[in-house]
């Protein structure tokens, strides 16, 4: 099962990718959990990206590329994997339908995540992500506390808001949404594997894939 997840920063991919690796026991692949453990590293990747995260805009393709075309090589994704957060820009779909057809690759489900501006920017202030890398497990101060305030229930680390989630780094994350990734929707639309659905609870998104995926 090969599936993408698009749909704005905040609307729900990481918590469907969640719901997804249970149901289908295939990896997910965030490029920017990628992104953030490189930066946690002190690697050379992670120091390039760095600034880009920080003011809310892209990380250069070249340097995401790289990293896809041997994460989809990894032996955990040869049954399938859940794509969250790539691609971003027309420019990373045309180069991943190249890997997928070098690779023998077939594309079974792109689902857009949609939901309203105002929701987004209430659920990403609110959000509140585990420090640990290995972890990042994902928390919302309304909807979906840790049992301990600030702890993390999977592994103990301190649970932090991410330095891109302030509300003037979010606005900028929604405007480079609109402006780079939000015509995928076009570029996808007409791949029969394309659907949209509304992404306001996330079990109904769960419902409406696996609808889809039974078809
Ligand atoms: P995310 O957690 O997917 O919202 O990603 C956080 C940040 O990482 C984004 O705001 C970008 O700066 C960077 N990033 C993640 N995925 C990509 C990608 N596919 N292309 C470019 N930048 C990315």
């Not at 609307?11 to 920017?32: D, F, H, N, R």
């Not at 101060?141 to 780094?169: F, N, W």
């Amino acid at each position: 099962m090969r599936i993408i997840l698009l749909g704005a920063p905040g609307a729900g991919k990481g918590t469907v990718a969640e719901l997804l690796i249970e149901k289908y026991g295939i990896p997910q692949i965030s490029t920017g959990d990628m992104l953030r453990s490189a930066v946690k590293a002190g690697t050379d990747l992670g120091k390039q990206a760095a600034d880009f995260m920080n003011r809310g805009e892209l990380v250069p393709d070249a340097l995401i590329m790289g990293l896809i075309e041997n994460r989809l090589q990894e032996p955990d994704a040869r049954g399938g994997f859940i794509l969250d957060g790539f691609p971003r820009t027309i420019e990373q779909a045309d180069q991943l339908a190249a890997i997928l057809t070098k690779l023998g690759m077939g594309l079974d489900l792109v689902v857009n995540l949609e939901v309203p501006e105002d929701v987004i920017i209430r659920r990403l202030t609110s959000r509140r992500t585990c420090s640990n890398p290995n972890c990042q497990a994902i928390y919302n101060i309304y909807t979906k506390p840790s049992q301990r305030d600030g702890v993390c229930d999977k592994c103990g680390s301190p649970t932090v808001q991410r330095d891109d989630e302030t509300e003037a780094v979010i606005k900028k994350r929604l405007s480079t949404y609109q402006e780079k990734t939000a015509p995928l929707i076009g570029y996808y639309e007409r791949n029969p594997a394309y659907c949209s659905v509304p992404s306001l609870v996330a079990g109904e998104v769960i419902d409406a894939i696996v609808q889809r995926l039974n078809r």
